[in-house]
């Protein structure tokens, strides 16, 4: 079984035990500071479906310790340099997720056919479809497994996180697309997987909402 999207593209899902020796292979135990031996023992413990992504809570890997395992073409994924508080976007309060260091997901789609509206017009969308927006967390999890479905013209925000402010919430949502190399991103990351974040209010024609069955 694939996982299912809004296009086209479909691909294999790596098995659980393929997808935590990727984990292991791209660095995580040291960007985590856990042994392999712990990662295992955290993922032994979950009973996977043949199309659950492996997701890597913040509680051991904040979203800034995994943006750099991202990689395309070569180059590394990085986050934006106005993004210095990556680390503070957190689920949504309606969001009742895992508090385990491991944890699966199931039946993600891109949300391409979301593509052109903004954050807050696609989330009650989503919710009427009986789906929940994924986090930044598990939206590189996704992609540490999936490089290709990060695909130019169709990229997406995981508006599953949000930054709690004295009176709500931060107007930005985070997003991973692909660098095109201009402004502070530099020429050097050109095509590299880039973590940023747009307006909640705004619409992006490439970008979809990445989400998950509730």
């Not at 391409?112 to 509206?117: F, G, M, S, V, Y």
């Not at 919710?127 to 590189?140: K, Q, V, W, Y």
């Not at 996180?161 to 050097?188: H, Q, V, Y």
């Amino acid at each position: 079984m694939s996982l299912t999207f809004t296009t086209d593209a479909t691909t294999r899902t790596p098995t659980i035990s393929e997808q935590l020796a990727r984990l292991i292979d791209l660095g995580l135990p040291e960007a985590a500071g856990v042994s392999p031996e712990e990662l295992r023992s955290y993922a032994g413990k979950l009973r996977a479906r043949p199309d659950s992504i492996l997701v890597v809570n913040p509680c051991i890997a904040p979203p800034s310790a995994l943006a750099p395992l991202l990689s395309r073409g070569g180059k590394r994924g990085f986050v934006v340099a106005d993004m210095t508080d990556l680390d503070d976007f957190a689920p949504l309060d309606e969001l009742d997720l895992p508090a385990q260091p491991l944890y699966l997901v199931h039946g993600i789609e891109r949300g391409d056919d979301l593509a052109n509206r903004s954050p807050n017009e696609a989330l009650p969308e989503l919710r009427a479809r009986g789906r929940r927006p994924l986090t930044i967390n598990e939206g590189l999890s996704w992609l540490l497994q999936q490089p290709d479905l990060l695909e130019p013209g169709h990229c997406f925000m995981t508006i599953g996180s949000r930054k709690r402010i004295a009176d709500g919430l931060d107007t930005r949502t985070p997003a991973i697309w692909i660098s095109g190399g201009s402004g502070r991103d530099g020429r050097r990351r050109r095509g590299a997987p880039k973590v940023g974040w747009c307006w909640a209010g705004n619409r992006h024609t490439w970008l979809g909402f990445a989400s998950t069955p509730m």
